[in-house]
């Protein structure tokens, strides 16, 4: 069945209500401003008006609201708007949700999901335009979903919505909402935490997640027609839990990284992701990890200036030559 | 909803977080544990009145401040004392401490130390109640200075919104003794003219309760609690509790000894301010004073209670010295619900 992104999320949601009464959802803007993704979402608040509870601007009480719910027993899925947003909820969303279940001594459950869209998505300048999994990797106890593709923004909703024991934030990209693929819903999914080979190559492994995978795909498209460098493409789908594994086991073979990030450059989560392979893949470097990520300025309105800053597929495959050259100095 | 305990079990009540507060300050200036603790000396009628008239559906939530809540609640004494001692039989296994103590299995799961924190999570429990279609409804105790933070403001106008069950119980202990008459100060820090006109802008109905009369708040929550019950929707009370003396200091102290039941009956503590509460402001010795007066409670009686309360926390802290510390390993276990481990 052919689905965009947010067909796809709106499916995972709609099969969690039917599936689970103890499922709500608290705000409906699920699909941000896209035409496409919308239209998506509306059959969904039709059918099920009663169990969609209204929301004012107030993603502090929201974000609390939701982990109280999930306190007395519910599976509350809560809207919190653009990345952005998210800090106004910040105290509920790194300082209550995830220290519950461990601060209670594992008495207490909290299956919770946050939901927000995050990136640079065009016009967004600073204030709407934030990636915050590097900062919401930094708070144990919280599940990272990133999903890339229709088929993980389907399957790691419905692992969020109907599995998980504990808080999840579910960080969906602006500039994905729209995109479609053949997805096979009665196929078996990755279970969650192993990152997905997106493509296969033997020359260097490009580490992504989140918008970053289309870009390494379109960049391994590059290589591969204007270089002969066949890119390996690593979709980690969620960065708590972090399958280092994979990514290790994947630059064991090809020898060579480049790690992709849509956060800012320093402390971003490409940061983690390299320190990682310089540690655990070291013996398999046959050159150093190269970072690519937004850099470390607050992103700008004007349209040449984001571009300016944005790390397009040409960019990545800039990088990757740079990575091949430093190997033959 | 009726009162459904008896005078002699409020009394036993009270005296049980009287006295458990006053070994948990024993045990501080033992350094028996490390860190800052806060105790509910002075406040343990409102707890006590609230939860006698609570049934096991409805859910609490507390703060930093919460040993009075989950022992009236009807925690057991041993459990919280190893857990405020940081030991592996503590409810929380030692990972909470005195400042975020919950104890799940009584309707009490979480406990935020943010100031202002529990009441979102209040909020959203009993919206998540009336989802269920439970009988059950929420109580948020929290103390005047959370009214300071946002945090508030948003949860409840989220409950005035949404139409849920929950009783906010703001325990304004930020009171001088010369100026407990109504209406004479509001709070530490905010600049209402009173406490309940910030709820009321927000079309909760609310109202003000004294903290030492037992009776009026008996009366009181059990109507509140009522109302919420039959409408679901929210009610806001503030209860206007004088300062314990001892809770002046950066470090409670226990100044003028532990209490006394005499002081109830004639016999005057030192030193003076401690004698000045005791007189207009502690709600337990008032209210003894009252029982023995009309004949519901001997002073035999109050002093038998008694006898068997200081019994029951001294096997406290003993269990909670002799329990072991928790093992290493605890320390990254229980991060995550599934599985256990990152």
């Not at chain 1, 808080?167 to 994905?176: D, E, M, N, R, V």
């Not at chain 2, 609230?50 to 809540?69: A, K, S, Y």
């Amino acid at each position: 069945m052919r689905v965009n992104y947010a067909q796809a999320m709106a499916r995972a949601i709609r099969e969690a209500l039917v599936a689970d009464r103890k499922v709500f959802l608290i705000g409906s803007t699920f699909a941000g401003l896209s035409v496409a993704g919308r239209a998506a979402f509306a059959t969904l608040f039709q059918e099920f008006g009663d169990r969609i509870i209204p929301a004012p601007i107030s993603e502090l009480g929201l974000a609390g609201a939701a982990t109280g719910a999930a306190l007395s027993g519910c599976r509350p899925l809560v809207d919190l708007g653009a990345g952005s947003f998210t800090f106004q909820a910040w105290a509920q969303l790194v300082n209550e949700a995830p220290n519950i279940h461990y601060m209670s001594g594992g008495q207490s459950r909290v299956p919770v999901t946050f939901y927000s869209l995050i990136g640079i998505r065009g016009a967004g300048a600073a204030q709407h335009s934030h990636r915050t999994q590097a900062m919401l990797g930094n708070v144990p106890g919280l599940r990272l979903l990133l999903p890339a593709s229709p088929a993980d923004a389907y399957h790691l909703m419905k692992w969020a919505l109907q599995e998980s024991d504990g808080p999840s934030i579910y960080l969906g990209h602006s500039l994905l909402l729209d995109d479609e693929e053949e997805v096979d819903f009665s196929a078996p999914a990755l279970p969650i935490g192993k990152a997905r080979i997106a493509r296969n190559g033997r020359d260097v492994t490009i580490v992504a997640h989140s918008i970053m995978v289309r870009r390494a795909l379109a960049a391994a498209d590059l290589l591969a027609a204007r270089h002969r460098i066949e890119a390996e493409v690593v979709d980690m789908r969620t960065l708590s839990p972090l399958d280092r594994e994979t990514m290790v086991r994947s630059v064991a073979k090809t020898g060579r990284a480049v790690v992709a990030d849509e956060s800012h450059f320093s402390f971003g989560a490409g940061a983690e992701l390299a320190a990682t392979l310089a540690f655990e893949a070291f013996g398999y470097l046959k050159a150093p990890v190269y970072r690519a990520a937004t850099p470390d300025a607050p992103i700008p309105f004007s349209p040449p200036l984001e571009s300016a800053l944005v790390v397009t597929p040409e960019k990545f495959a800039m990088a990757v030559l740079a990575v091949l050259r430093r190997e033959q100095a | 909803m009726a009162n459904t305990a008896n005078p002699s079990q409020r009394i036993e009540s009270m005296l049980r977080i009287r006295r458990f507060e006053e070994q948990v300050v024993r045990l501080a200036e033992a350094r028996a544990f490390p860190g800052h603790y806060h105790v509910y000396i002075g406040q343990e009628a409102t707890a006590v009145a609230v939860c006698e008239t609570l049934i096991p559906e409805d859910m609490i939530f507390t703060t930093w401040r919460n040993h009075g809540h989950l022992l009236a609640r009807g925690a057991g004494p041993n459990r919280l004392m190893a857990e405020i001692l940081g030991r592996a039989t503590g409810y929380c296994r030692g990972k909470s401490g005195t400042l975020h103590l919950s104890v799940s299995e009584l309707g009490a799961p979480a406990t935020s130390a943010m100031v202002g924190g529990s009441l979102p999570l209040a909020t959203g429990a009993a919206l998540g109640l009336k989802h269920q279609r439970s009988v059950g409804i929420v109580v948020a105790f929290f103390g005047d200075g959370a009214l300071d933070e946002g945090a508030s403001y948003e949860a409840i106008n989220l409950a005035a919104l949404w139409k849920v069950p929950i009783l906010y119980v703001c325990e304004n202990n930020s009171i001088p003794p010369e100026k407990r008459k109504r209406g004479q100060y509001p709070s530490s820090s905010l600049s209402a003219a009173e406490l309940v006109d910030v709820p009321r802008a927000l079309q909760v109905p609310s109202e003000v309760a004294d903290g030492a009369d037992t009776d009026g708040l008996l009366a009181c929550f059990a109507r509140l609690i009522g109302e919420v019950r039959r409408t679901g929707s929210p009610r806001f009370v503030e209860v206007r509790c004088t300062r314990w003396p001892g809770n002046r200091m950066t470090w409670p102290e226990l100044i003028g000894g532990e209490c006394n039941l005499d002081w109830a009956l004639g016999v005057r503590p030192e030193p003076p301010e401690l004698a000045t509460w005791v007189e207009t402001s502690d709600p337990l010795l008032l209210y003894l004073r009252r029982l023995v007066a009309s004949g519901q409670l001997t002073q035999q009686e109050a002093a038998a209670v008694d006898a068997r309360v200081r019994d029951e926390v001294a096997a406290a802290r003993h269990f909670a010295e002799t329990s072991p510390w928790p093992n290493e390993a605890e320390a990254r276990l229980g991060v995550y619900a599934e599985g256990g481990q990152p």
